[in-house]
């Protein structure tokens, strides 16, 4: 599928400063043959800017390197910063796609206009991707379940300490080769419940893709990480009774009659993944209900047998059962627990999906090497 773009939305003209040093292909191979989550980056990044006066200027591919930043830099102050997070994925005959890229387009606009930074067209947005894959295209490997993660990104670069919306904010797009993001199958995984903390508030900025939610979030991961588990769960802030998400993925439990659930709230992130997982779900004729569900739903439903599988989901480890929940009082599930048929066999159909071995009737895969 090719995007067209409107005629009114020029294509912008990309500098390309080539990297004079790119790694040895040797050592790329090696990277590739066993990438691990976000420890190497390929040769280059894409750069934008945006002034209050010259909106998206001088857009380049340049070699991958330090940002020069006044330390004065809004950002590095009151963290006025967004981001994305997709993948690219290599198809059996070469080619490379990603998936549902207009949406991650949308959401950076909805994070931007949440954290008062300008919207970056969708035209823009998807021409950076390809012209990152245009000159790191031999980055995305090939191994299965393999996948070059891409991380767009923008900052309030205005140097200036007062209050307010910054008046230049940067672009960037990086990419890092992966691969499966919890290492090995995908094994069931503990989650704590994390009764102290919070990541979002009511009318705060849970809904947006901005890195102080996840700052917000890290004192709670650890937290879970003392008590054995790799990922925190929190619940509502209001009254500490209403599942929202993991630091970083959706939730989504399995009801013995095969009904979907997934909290419905203003503070959580919209998460492509879980969109898409849902899609399919309910097109095997599953009921998916979005909608409030509180820990005490969870813990009663599955004590009775109600509730039979849990999974997270986000772009970076796709579909992941849920094998144990702990919580300072109780525990639904156990670290050993086999992964729910459900949830692997809706990852399969996705990741079939992505990595092009099934049709895609959704028309979601965009091909970013042509
Ligand atoms: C990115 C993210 C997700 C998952 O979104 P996807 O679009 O599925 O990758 C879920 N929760 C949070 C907090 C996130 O930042």
């Known amino acids: 599928m090719t995007i067209e773009l409107p005629m009114a939305q020029q294509e912008l003209a990309f500098q390309v400063l080539s990297n004079p ?3 040895p292909i040797e050592r790329r191979q090696a990277v590739l043959d066993e ?7 390929t040769d280059h990044m894409v750069d934008i800017c945006w002034s209050e006066k010259g909106g998206w200027h001088r857009p380049r591919v340049q070699p991958y390197g330090p940002i020069p930043l006044d330390p004065a830099a809004a950002v590095l102050h009151y963290g006025q910063e967004i981001f994305e997070g997709m993948k690219a994925y290599r198809h059996a005959d070469g080619s490379i796609w990603t998936f549902r890229p207009e949406e991650n ?3 950076m606009q909805r994070s931007a206009a949440r954290m008062a930074m300008p919207q970056l067209p969708v035209e823009y947005f998807l021409q950076s991707l390809k012209e990152l894959i245009a000159v790191d295209g031999q980055w995305v490997p090939s191994a299965p379940e393999t996948s070059l993660y891409i991380r767009p990104f923008m900052f309030a670069k ?3 300490l007062g209050v307010r919306p910054a008046k230049k904010v940067a672009f960037y797009v990086i990419a890092s080769p992966v691969g499966p993001y919890f ?3 995908a094994k069931p995984v503990s989650i704590w419940l994390s009764t102290n903390f919070t990541r979002a508030g009511r009318g705060g900025t849970g809904a947006a893709k901005t890195g102080g939610n996840y700052a917000a979030s890290l004192l709670a991961q650890s937290e879970a990480s003392e008590n054995g588990c790799q990922q925190v769960l929190f619940l509502d802030s ?3 009774k209403f599942l929202e ?3 970083g993925m959706n939730i989504v439990l399995v009801y013995r009659d095969g009904t979907l659930v997934t909290p419905k709230s203003d503070t959580i992130l919209s998460g492509i993944t879980r969109d ?3 899609s399919l779900a309910s097109e095997r004729g599953h009921t998916v209900e979005r909608r409030a569900v509180s820990i005490d739903e969870w813990r009663e439903g599955d004590a009775s047998g109600e509730i039979v599988e849990a999974f997270a989901c986000g772009t970076a480890a796709t579909v992941v059962p849920i094998g144990q929940l702990k919580t300072p009082d109780f525990t639904i599930g156990s670290p050993d627990a086999p992964a729910g048929e459900l949830t692997m066999s809706l990852r399969q159909e996705l990741v079939d999906i992505q990595y092009g071995r099934i049709p895609d009737v959704h028309q979601w895969m965009v091909r970013l090497d042509s």
């Not at 990438?35 to 980056?41: A, Q, R, S, Y």
């Open 238 to 240: 209001v009254e500490g």
């Open 183 to 185: 290492g090995g199958e």
């Open 35 to 41: 990438p691990v989550f976000g420890t190497v980056f």
């Open 245 to 247: 998400e993991l630091g």
């Open 105 to 107: 387009a949308l959401r």
């Open 158 to 160: 205005e140097a200036f």
């Open 21 to 23: 040093e790119p790694m």
């Open 276 to 278: 898409s997982v849902l």
